[in-house]
């Protein structure tokens, strides 16, 4: 089956800056790439996707691409704000078969 | 649409009892998933069902654990004779054929 890796597993960042979280996939026939964004004792939501037809797609301040080739997707924030602060997933879809990394706690710093 | 909804929130029960999940995935949705999440940790797969199939189950125990999702009502996930290891938050979502997945609140399963 497919198996996500996901990198960092903690990120913390001063506000403004920045943050790059980055995924691999191993089965390339993995089509689909949702971003789901975890706060506290809450439910996974999703916040932004890509198709394997795309190679970028951005929304407001958020941002993710994909290399088919390499097999690696990666979710970009920028000026990041204390409401960023959260738990954030890849996930890799292939013929509705959603499998998930293991997370990416980010902290933005005031 | 009043999104993925799942009874109970809050769960509570005794080692050897049964626990009942329920899912009710949104309106249309062929697809339900079921998650398990220890706290700080991530969501780990445990099946994925379509209507009165179990099409994926590689991440559940093949013990006391089984999953259904009848053709009428709510998915189900069924833990038998549960043991404190089985204390976590299981979430379930739900998708239309190859489109995003939404999330349930979650059910906090807590064995004492």
């Known amino acids: 089956g497919e198996n996500v890796e996901q990198h960092p597993s903690t990120l913390s960042v ?22 789901y964004k975890q706060e ?30 390499a097999k690696h997707f990666s979710l970009h924030i920028t000026e990041t704000q204390p409401e960023d602060s959260a738990v954030y997933f890849c996930a ?16 933005v710093k005031p | 649409n009043a999104g993925v909804m799942q009874n109970p929130r ?11 999940l329920r899912c009710s995935p949104m309106k249309g949705h062929s697809h339900v998933y079921w998650y398990r999440q220890l706290p700080e940790e991530g969501l780990k797969f445990m099946v994925y069902l379509q209507k009165e199939n179990i099409i994926d189950e590689s991440g559940m125990p093949k013990e006391r654990f089984s999953a ?7 998915s189900i996930l069924r833990i038998q004779q549960v043991v404190r290891g089985d204390s976590a938050a ?14 349930g609140q979650g059910t906090r399963l807590t064995v004492v």
Not at chain 1, 54 to 62: L, S
């Open chain 1, 14 to 35: 001063q506000e403004g800056d920045s943050a790059v979280i980055k995924c691999t996939y191993s089965d390339s026939a993995s089509n689909y790439f949702p971003w």
């Open chain 1, 40 to 69: 506290l004792g809450k439910r996974p939501q999703l916040i932004i996707d890509i198709r394997s037809n795309v190679g970028e797609k951005k929304d407001q301040r958020i941002a993710v691409t994909l290399n088919k080739t």
């Open chain 1, 92 to 107: 890799a879809v292939y013929n509705n078969d959603m499998r998930f990394g293991a997370g990416t706690r980010l902290t």
């Open chain 2, 10 to 20: 809050h769960l509570v029960r005794r080692r050897g009892q049964e626990a009942r």
């Open chain 2, 68 to 74: 259904e999702f009848p053709k009428e009502g709510p």
């Open chain 2, 90 to 103: 299981y979430f379930c979502a739900s998708s239309q054929v190859n489109t995003e997945a939404f999330f």
